[in-house]
Each structure stands twice: as C-alpha cells, then as structure tokens.
T-cell receptor, first 112, second 110 residues
Framework: EAQVTQNPRYLITVTGKKLTVTCSQN?????MSWYRQDPGLGLRQIYY???????DKGDVPEGYKVSRKEKRNFPLILESPSPNQTSLYFC???????????FGNGTRLTVT | SQKIEQNSEALNIQEGKTATLTCNYT??????LQWYRQDPGRGPVFLLL?????KEKRKERLKVTFDTTLKQSLFHITASQPADSATYLC?????????FGKGNQVVVIP
C-alpha cells in the first residue's frame, strides 16, 4: 500500500531533550516536506526537500533540522525542543512540487 | 505579502444541498491550485487539482473553478452528505513550496 509513515504518533517530552520524528514513503517520491499545524494558524511548512541531499527552509524553520540521505526517508530533528514547538506535525511527499501531496497520519508532539 | 484566504466560519448545510467554499489569494501567480480534505487529527487528503488554463474541474460530486483574474477558486460539493463533513483546504504553489489556506469547515446536517 502506498503510504507515508510517520513515527511516533504521539510524543510527550521535556524542554531541551533532543528528539527525532521519522518519516518514510514507499512511493519513490522525490519531493518531501514537513508541516506543523496549529489552531488558528493552519498548516505551515517547516522544511522541504526537492531530492536526496537537497533541503531548504520553509516558512517556520527555526528550531528544526532535517536531512535527506535516502530518497524514502526525511526525518525531522528537534535538537532542543521548547514548549512553543508543541504542535501537530505532518510529513508529506509527492513526485514534485507541482504534484499532489500525500500526507502521513501526523505526530502530536507535546513539549513541557 | 502572499496570502491565501478561506472563510474561517464553519459552513452548516442541509443534507442534499450544494456547499460552496471560496479560496482567495494575493501575490501568487499559481500555475495550478489544489484542494484537500482534512478530518480531525488526520492528514489532509488530496481531492482535486485545477490548472490556470482550466476554468472548471469535476470529480464525482465535487466541482472546482479557478479564476486567475479574480484570484479566486470556488469549491462545490453537490448533493452533500453527512460524510462530507470535514475541513477543506486550498493550496497554492509558490517558490517551490506548497502553501495552504487555513481551511473552511463544512458541517452537513442530516
């Protein structure tokens, strides 16, 4: 089944404790992206990747890192999480920026 | 600055009627526009893509129009059903990124 898989689905952590949210897609998509969704603010793009080893900042990249060493994986790294990073995070992929996005099921992160 | 605007008020509609949602944008020159559906706590699901040279696109009970002069897209759900209750998002591409409106909630009343 074609899908974007994010893990974990739920995560509660404390301020400053490094964490990684994994994202993997099995559709051979070149384009991958991370979004966060907050009430009243909608979906905002954090980082995106046009292809392996090519990543770029979205609208809200501060406090986040990404890497794209393999085509299928695009992990999101929070080196020192803070409470304002409490949010619902979505990974998405597509054949290109002009193609429809396939979203994962989301990761609900709480930073206390 | 670039903006994508959708009505923040939920649209309550009687089952069987047509729901119409609006997406307005400024400072974009999109070659195409996309619509997604999102259920609570779930990832958005792609519904339709319409290109700038297409005035209208249909898929089953869904219809999308795209007016680049007005900088507006309309999204219609005909013969609405309670299962259509969700939030609908429009999205535009700009600078190699896909940006989303905040979404418009639709509630179909049986």
């Amino acid at each position: 089944e074609a899908q974007v898989t994010q893990n974990p689905r739920y995560l509660i952590t404390v301020t400053g404790k490094k964490l990684t949210v994994t994202c993997s897609q099995n559709m051979n998509h070149e384009y991958m992206s991370w979004y966060r969704q907050d009430p009243g603010l909608g979906l905002r793009q954090i980082y995106y990747s046009m292809n392996v080893e090519v990543t770029d900042k979205g609208d809200v990249p501060e406090g986040y890192k990404v890497s794209r060493k393999e085509k299928r994986n695009f992990p999101l790294i929070l080196e020192s999480p803070s409470p304002n990073q409490t949010s619902l995070y979505f990974c998405a992929s597509s054949f290109g920026v002009h193609s429809p996005l396939h979203f994962g099921n989301g990761t609900r992160l709480t930073v206390t | 600055s670039q903006k994508i605007e959708q009505n923040s008020e939920a649209l309550n509609i009687q089952e069987g009627k047509t729901a119409t949602l609006t997406c307005n944008y400024t400072n974009y020159s999109p070659a195409y526009l996309q619509w997604y559906r999102q259920d609570p706590g779930r990832g958005p699901v792609f519904l339709l893509l319409i290109r700038e040279n297409e005035k209208e696109k249909r898929k089953e009970r869904l219809k999308v129009t795209f007016d680049t002069t007005l900088k507006q897209s309309l999204f219609h759900i005909t013969a609405s059903q309670p299962a259509d209750s969700a939030t609908y998002l429009c999205a535009l591409e700009g600078n190699n990124r896909l940006a989303f409106g905040k979404g418009n909630q639709v509630v179909v009343i049986p």
